[in-house]
């Protein structure tokens, strides 16, 4: 007789994971917006020194990481909270706030963690489609909000639709949100937004509403991606308070801690990165237009791309993939015939766009 699990298991969306890890060097891994930098020498070697002291347990005040966000960013460490990966402090958001009765309100297509939140807590799940534009339609989630409402998920710029919307609209969007609803803005693409200017920008917003959360990643920029760090600066300590109750004291393990204050260190290589890929992402975008796509205004590390009628997009993944290229397919995302496609190196990317070429010319 098979194990009897717990109901909210069945409902819960299995993540659609990004196959090809074992495929080997050649591949162009282009399907889960990683970055194509492997991390600074400096950081690898913080994070190997401390594994020599991995017998005792990771230093659960994580202090360190704390401190060099706070500083960095201008808010108490009581207001940061951190996670394995910035996933690991939506789940716990969502275990902190959720359940039978309440609703959780996001834009959709969006993250694809974020329906995870309602099947594991038993909440109500509110998706409102994106505009024309594959952009957040702000106007709309606000009309979604209700007495039941406990959370919205804001993903600025857009999982996967690269899109985002600029900060003075969620500002008046923030003015509509009822103080007791928490405000999860998923800033986990924005260092390499043009629309959102600094990193520094939405911290504003942070003074203004106590119920606001900026969710954020080492993950991309930083390159720690295989570590699992993530952070969040909350208007309130409150938040962070709660997101600790709900998990295991040790979420953070010592090489990730330190390898995180390590990067923190480097944010000339961090800008870098960024200018190199906006660079690579124009050239990206610029290519799969001249093909006569549509292609959305990335303010990521990713571009998103419709598919003409004429083609089936799971023949276009597999062309790709026969030519060495891993995208992620929209119909996992929530758009049928859209790709979404990580920037790489150069040489990624002149290679992804002469494939997408050949594979749509049959
Ligand atoms: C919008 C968004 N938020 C959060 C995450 C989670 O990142 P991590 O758990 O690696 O910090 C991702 C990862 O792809 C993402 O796209």
Known sequence: MPIEFAERV???????????????????????????????????????????????????????????LADRYGIPPQRIALGNGSCDILLAAGEALLEPGAEVVYAWPAFSVYPHLAAASGARA????????????????????????????????????????????????????????????????????????????SLDLL?????????????????????????????????????????????????????????????DAVEKRVTETIAGRLEMEGAVRALGLWVARSDANFIWLHLPETVEEADVVSGLRDRGILVRAGAALGRERSLRVTVGTDAENERFAHALSEVLAG
């Open 126 to 201: 509110i998706q409102v489609p994106l505009d024309d534009e594959d952009r957040h339609d702000l106007d709309a989630i606000a009309t979604e909000v209700t007495v039941a409402t406990r959370l919205v998920l804001i993903c600025n710029p857009n999982n996967p639709t690269s899109t985002a919307i600029g900060l003075d609209e969620i500002d008046a969007f923030m003015r509509r949100i009822p103080g007791h609803v928490a405000v999860i803005l998923d800033e986990a693409y924005c260092e390499f937004s043009l629309t959102l200017g600094d990193t520094y920008a």
């Open 207 to 267: 003074r203004k509403y106590p119920n606001l959360v900026l969710l954020r990643t080492f993950s991309k920029v930083y390159g720690l991606a295989g570590l699992r760090v993530g952070y969040a600066l909350c208007g309130a300590e409150d938040f962070r308070i709660a997101v600790d109750q709900v998990r295991q004291p040790f979420y953070l393990n010592a090489a990730a801690q330190a390898a995180a204050v390590e990067a923190l260190r480097h944010q």
């Open 10 to 68: 069945r409902r819960m969306p299995v993540y659609p994971l990004a196959a090809g890890y074992d495929l080997g060097a050649d591949i162009a891994m282009l399907a889960s917006n990683e970055c194509c930098f492997a991390p600074l020498p400096e950081v690898v070697e913080a994070a190997s020194r401390v594994l020599g002291g991995v017998n005792r347990y990771p230093d659960p005040s994580y202090e360190p990481l704390r401190r060099a």
